[in-house]
């Protein structure tokens, strides 16, 4: 049965690495944060055989957040096809 609503599922990011993906096909390590000082940020945690590592922030390297196709953050720099509609 489908929500009427979003939850995180619905939750895809994209960044110059990542190609649109939702959260719920990503390993487990990925973190997703909102604070006041820096925004939205998507984090690799640290594990055994990789360091932390920012992947994408609102102010940080580029990084696109949409909810069921609605963007909530896009820091990525525009594409053609975005220019012309």
């Not at 049965?1 to 190609?19: E, G, R, V, W």
């Not at 925004?39 to 945690?45: F, K, N």
């Given at each position: 049965?489908?929500?009427?609503?979003?939850?995180?599922?619905?939750?895809h990011?994209?960044?110059?690495?990542?190609?649109?993906?939702?959260?719920?096909?990503?390993?487990?390590?990925?973190?997703?944060?909102?604070?006041?000082?820096?925004?939205?940020?998507?984090?690799?945690?640290?594990?055994?055989?990789?360091?932390?590592?920012?992947?994408g922030?609102?102010?940080?390297?580029?990084?696109?957040?949409?909810?069921?196709?609605?963007?909530?953050?896009?820091?990525?720099?525009?594409?053609?096809?975005?220019?012309?509609?």
């Amino acid at each position: 049965m489908k929500a009427d609503h979003p939850s995180y599922h619905d939750l895809h990011i994209t960044t110059p690495k990542i190609d649109r993906i939702s959260i719920f096909n990503l390993p487990y390590r990925v973190r997703v944060d909102c604070c006041r000082v820096a925004g939205w940020q998507v984090w690799a945690l640290a594990d055994r055989e990789f360091p932390e590592e920012l992947l994408g922030g609102e102010y940080g390297p580029p990084l696109r957040l949409d909810v069921a196709g609605h963007i909530i953050c896009d820091s990525m720099k525009p594409t053609p096809e975005s220019e012309e509609s």
